[in-house]
């Protein structure tokens, strides 16, 4: 059916050049639609053409930068990687990657793919093909509008582990709930982690999942925290503990760059926010679990520009912009940590919207520690975004006020007209695009 | 003001296990309306486990959390269920959400068998099909203006005779048939309402200060406050939701 194939991957390409050059905006979902709908066996077929591994990455927080970093880690070793960019991590956005990679023959060279699932999707996905890795990156509270509650999420990614039983999970082993999943499901599993404790979270007002064993129902008992309920875990009730980290962070640095050890390899890099150190840790220890050596890993990370609205910059009239994601509670306390590791004056924008992809349910924002925005370097937050009034409402019950300005282009342009030059930009997922479009044509008609 | 510093003190009931949909959010409304008065106020937070000493306080939270977490803050709950039942047929205040609300009544019957309430209300849940999720806005006998909030809920609340919190507006409350939602039984308020409930709902945060006042002090007067951005919060999903 190589035919069929062959339409399926010319109707799907043609279909992302629509989408972006007419509408101006990411295809890559109608894409993945139109190739399934063409050749239901289109994803099978292709994937089963990568020459050797597939790695997937799963998980709450972290998914499109690990995912996109281990990309860019094998084609820094010269392989052909295929790869889901753009964090469209549904079935459709799945498809599209594999489709959009192909050649117009309908057929795929690749040595790899990287590709990051959605949890719930991984149902809907593995039908198709098994991967040989899993990444698992950790699990947070997200939508529970959408999931329900975290345990819906550990029962589909449990079955889904089941049914690939090969496949070996490289998993954050300071998230309890992630790695009572791996040694639960019966896979083959390696871990990785920080060891040692980097910081003091143990004053913070954080929600911690999963504070009771998975195994047995008693409390865990924490000798530290790093941040959310990622940490050093024992119970108090069963032999359910930490595990041993196959691939520990030590030595970990974190400031205006991030530095850290993994045996005797130094990894250095351009970024901020310790969540940081976990996304390259679980891209380094897939690379290397795979069997590959990483000789260009810190190479790749100081070309590594993802541009994707995590920690992208824009300089706009003589003012830095960063734009950055922050979908749930656990990302946007470590986003307030990253921006307030930049000591010099800044502006911040909060754009909440309520869009079916953000969760129709805004209650996290009030899980979320905006208290810490209570510094003499805030020059001004404004609140953006469909739901800007529960966000001011939020920020006006830790006694910070901020400015209502629903419109995201009119706040991005008013902070710039009237701030101090350094603007951060914090929005949640349906926002994500939208406003890197403003961003992206303000800076080059700028 | 009167001649001595009045003091508000708040029971979080185990954050530790229910704490699902920004319940910090009720607390720090509570807490920060008494402040910008000049009433002292203080929460003290009871995991599971703890002994509670119900004379101490002035309003009890008990928020909600998942099924599997309910059932075990259910065995504590059995514990406290004479002292808590005091408690409320004295007057003392109680805002019960999402599964604080059901642990109130008698029972809540789900597939998996039957969490034991605390019959502090006379009231039953049984779980039905599908969960109910949306926003929601009501109308209450409480407060001028409508009730905003969210609501996700498997279970299906049955109030019986009991006077219910609001009528629904928008939304499914209780049960996605009677049109009520919530349940208000002397000072107890149980709503499925979060989003949190307090702060979009001033008159409802005021509502529970005052009687914990007047249970106190014998009298409560609440001095006003500048409750602009709370009502157009308010408004902006009484008008996106419910047509004029």
């Known amino acids: 059916m190589r035919l069929r194939r062959m339409t399926a991957v010319w109707a799907a390409k043609l279909a992302e050049k629509i989408s972006v050059h007419i509408f101006h905006r990411q295809g890559v979902t109608w894409a993945g639609k139109i190739a399934l709908r063409l050749d239901p066996s289109i994803l099978r077929t292709l994937a089963s053409q990568v020459k050797k591994d597939i790695f997937i990455v799963c998980g709450t927080n972290g998914k499109t930068t690990t995912n996109n970093m281990l990309c860019a880690a094998l084609e820094a070793e010269g392989y052909r990687v295929v790869c889901n960019h753009t964090g469209s991590n549904m079935l459709n956005g799945v498809a599209a990657a594999f489709a959009l990679a192909a050649g117009l023959g309908g057929n795929l060279k690749a040595d790899y793919a990287c590709i990051e699932i959605d949890e719930a999707s991984t149902r809907r996905v593995f039908p198709h093909f098994k991967p040989d890795y899993m990444v698992l990156t950790n699990l947070f509270r997200d939508q529970l509008d959408r999931y329900g509650e975290i345990d819906i999420t550990m029962n589909i990614l449990k079955k889904v582990m089941q049914s690939a039983p090969k496949m070996k999970v490289i998993v954050n082993g300071d998230d309890a709930l992630s790695a009572f999943l791996a040694m639960d499901s019966g896979n083959p599993y390696v871990t990785y982690g920080i060891g040692q404790k980097v910081m003091d979270d143990s004053q913070s007002h954080e929600i911690r999942e999963g504070r009771f064993c998975k195994k047995c129902g008693a409390l865990l008992q924490y000798h530290f925290y790093h941040y959310s309920q990622l940490g050093d875990y024992v119970c108090t009730g069963c032999d359910f503990r930490r595990p041993p980290l196959d691939f520990d962070a030590e030595n970990v640095e974190v400031g205006d760059t991030l530095a850290f050890t993994v045996g005797e390899e130094k990894i250095l890099a351009n970024y901020k926010g310790f969540y940081n150190v976990y996304n390259i840790l679980a891209a380094y220890a897939a690379i290397r679990t795979g069997g590959i050596r990483p000789d260009h890993f810190n190479q790749m990370l100081q070309n590594f520009h993802p541009e994707n609205g995590r920690m992208e910059e824009f300089q706009i009239e003589g003012t830095r912009v960063v734009l950055n994601l922050a979908k749930n509670p656990a990302g946007f306390n470590q986003n307030i940590s990253a921006v307030m590791q930049d000591p010099s004056e800044k502006d911040i924008i909060i754009v909440i919207n309520d869009n079916a992809q953000d969760g129709i349910d805004v209650s996290w924002l009030w899980d979320v520690d905006f208290d810490r925005f209570k510094e003499d370097n805030i020059h001004s937050i404004t609140v953006s975004g469909i739901r800007c009034q529960d966000m001011r409402l939020r920020m006006k019950y830790v006694n910070i006020s901020s400015l209502l300005e629903a419109d995201i282009e009119t706040a991005i342009r008013s902070r710039i007209k009237d701030g101090c030059g350094n603007l951060y930009v914090l929005v949640n997922y349906t926002a994500l695009f939208g406003t890197r479009n403003i961003l992206k044509r303000l800076e080059e008609n700028g | ?244």
């Not at chain 2, 009720?26 to 002292?40: K, L, P, S, T």
């Not at chain 2, 002397?186 to 008159?203: Q, W």
């Open chain 2, 1 to 244: 003001m009167g001649d001595t510093q009045k003091k508000i003190v708040i029971g979080h009931l185990y954050p530790d296990l229910l704490n699902l949909y920004g319940d910090r959010g009720n607390i720090a409304c509570m807490m920060e309306r008494c402040r910008w008065r000049g009433i002292e106020a203080e929460t003290i937070e009871f995991n599971t486990g703890d002994e509670i000493d119900f004379s101490g306080l002035d309003i009890v939270l008990l928020g909600g959390g998942s099924d599997r977490e309910q059932a075990i803050v259910c065995k504590n709950l059995q514990k406290i269920q004479k002292d808590f039942k005091e408690y409320v047929e004295d007057g003392g205040v109680v805002i019960a959400v999402c599964g604080g609300y059901q642990l109130l009544g008698n029972y809540y019957k789900t597939e998996d068998g039957v969490i034991e309430g605390l019959h502090l209300v006379d009231i039953y849940t049984e779980q039905g099909e599908g969960r109910l999720i949306d926003n929601i806005v009501l109308q209450s006998g409480l407060t001028s203006m409508p009730v905003v909030g969210f609501e996700n809920h498997g279970g299906r609340t049955f109030i019986g005779e009991n006077q219910p919190f609001g009528k629904v507006l928008y939304g499914y409350g209780n049960d996605g048939e009677s049109g009520y939602e919530g349940v208000v039984y002397k000072n107890v308020i149980g709503t499925y309402l979060h989003g949190p409930l307090l702060p979009k709902n001033p008159e409802v945060c005021d509502w529970l200060l005052k009687r914990a006042l007047e249970r106190k002090y014998g009298s409560a007067e609440l001095a006003p406050l500048d409750d602009q951005e709370e009502k157009e919060a308010n408004a902006y999903i009484y008008h996106r939701f419910v047509k004029e």
